[in-house]
């Protein structure tokens, strides 16, 4: 969203850098469970079985590869402790932080379309 300080500038460059900027976010944060992830790791540390139950619905293999690529781009540490059994658990990095305004954005925007599109669909049933 623009702001007074932060003008819309309509170059060629300029938008090629804004279409680069989202293109590298959707990158890293695509698919269906990177930000729902992000999210049930925000109360603290979690074991990949309670992460898996947290996100209903995800394979372990999906989970997997998602705790690797979080990892990779720094947004989840992973702890190995020297217990019997070995004790594995992902956190969120001071880096993810980076998100919070985005995560917050984007539930606002959810709530809105959701209550948007309800009220659209009850005007559409009352007028038939």
Same mark, same amino acid.
């Given at each position: 969203?623009?702001? =007074?300080? +932060? =003008?819309? $500038? &309509?170059? =060629?460059?300029?938008?090629?850098?804004? $279409?680069?900027?989202? /293109? @590298?976010?959707? %990158?890293?944060? #695509?698919? /269906?469970? /990177?930000?729902?992830?992000?999210?049930?790791?925000? #109360?603290?540390? /979690?074991?990949?079985?309670?992460? !898996?139950? *947290?996100? @209903?619905?995800?394979?372990?293999?999906?989970?997997?590869?998602?705790?690797?690529?979080?990892?990779? #781009? +720094?947004?989840? !540490?992973?702890?190995? %402790?020297?217990?019997? =059994?070995?004790?594995?658990?992902?956190?969120?990095?001071?880096?993810?932080?980076?998100? +919070?305004?985005?995560?917050?954005?984007?539930? #606002?925007?959810?709530?809105? &379309?959701?209550?948007?599109?309800?009220?659209?669909?009850?005007? *559409?049933?009352? !007028?038939?």
């Amino acid at each position: 969203m623009r702001t =007074p300080k +932060d =003008p819309l $500038v &309509h170059t =060629p460059e300029a938008c090629a850098a804004s $279409v680069m900027a989202v /293109k @590298d976010t959707l %990158y890293v944060l #695509n698919g /269906k469970w /990177k930000l729902p992830l992000i999210m049930a790791l925000s #109360n603290g540390p /979690k074991r990949f079985m309670d992460i !898996q139950r *947290a996100l @209903d619905g995800i394979t372990p293999r999906i989970l997997s590869k998602e705790l690797k690529e979080l990892e990779l #781009n +720094d947004f989840i !540490q992973r702890n190995v %402790y020297n217990t019997t =059994p070995v004790t594995i658990t992902y956190e969120l990095t001071p880096y993810s932080e980076s998100l +919070d305004r985005v995560l917050e954005e984007l539930k #606002n925007w959810g709530i809105q &379309h959701r209550k948007r599109i309800m009220k659209s669909r009850s005007k *559409a049933v009352v !007028q038939e």
